[in-house]
């Protein structure tokens, strides 16, 4: 594993946890909390966002109109069963969901869950820096390059490590603001 591989794949793993962090309330609409809503449309699970627009009118709305007016009530129950925690209301035409202001129980658990993401995201990055460090050191004793060589790369790839999990952290940080802030 070349260290451009695994700066690529680190740079991958700071964008997935970025999307989980998208998926937590703050206690404001965000059309990214239904990323998750998997639809039955057909006999096949397919994405909330591909079978109708999702806006938000206001701080406190979701609106989702489905493209076909016949999938309306198999979208409300697809968000209805998903773990979004939303109790989704139809007009007919559209689907409103009201976000409700949080609590500070609701909060704290959101918090945590922010934290529990966020530690699998640097578990992720020390795992691609345990795989590329067996690398180097493979190649260093089947003698394809010399041990100074593979010093060198393991220190940048450390560098790396440290670099993607500070973003991580920062990411974690803007979360909590966002989640704490009433």
């Given at each position: 594993m070349k260290l451009a591989e695994a700066e690529s794949t680190m740079q991958k793993t700071v964008e997935a946890t970025q999307r989980a962090f998208n998926t937590i309330r703050t206690g404001?609409?965000?059309?990214?909390?239904?990323?998750?809503?998997?639809?039955?449309?057909?006999?096949?699970?397919?994405?909330?966002k591909s079978l109708a627009n999702i806006s938000t009118?206001?701080?406190?709305?979701i609106l989702i109109q489905p493209y076909d007016r016949s999938s309306l009530n198999i979208v409300e129950k697809a968000i209805s069963l998903s773990d979004v925690g939303l109790t989704p209301s139809n007009d007919g035409s559209v689907i409103r969901l009201n976000i409700p202001p949080l609590t500070s129980d609701r909060r704290k658990e959101f918090v945590k869950m922010a934290s529990k993401y966020a530690e699998?995201?640097?578990?992720?990055?020390?795992?691609?820096r345990r795989d590329a460090i067996d690398a180097i050191r493979k190649q260093e004793k089947n003698a394809e390059i010399p041990e100074d060589e593979a010093r060198d790369q393991q220190d940048?790839?450390?560098?790396?490590?440290?670099?993607?999990?500070?973003?991580?952290d920062e990411l974690l940080a803007e979360k909590e603001k966002d989640i704490t802030t009433v």
């Open positions: 404001r609409a965000n059309a990214s909390l239904l990323d998750k809503v998997l639809v039955d449309y057909y006999g096949s699970p397919t994405s909330l009118p206001d701080a406190t709305t699998e995201g640097r578990v992720a990055i020390r795992n691609i940048k790839l450390q560098k790396l490590t440290n670099k993607y999990n500070a973003r991580i």
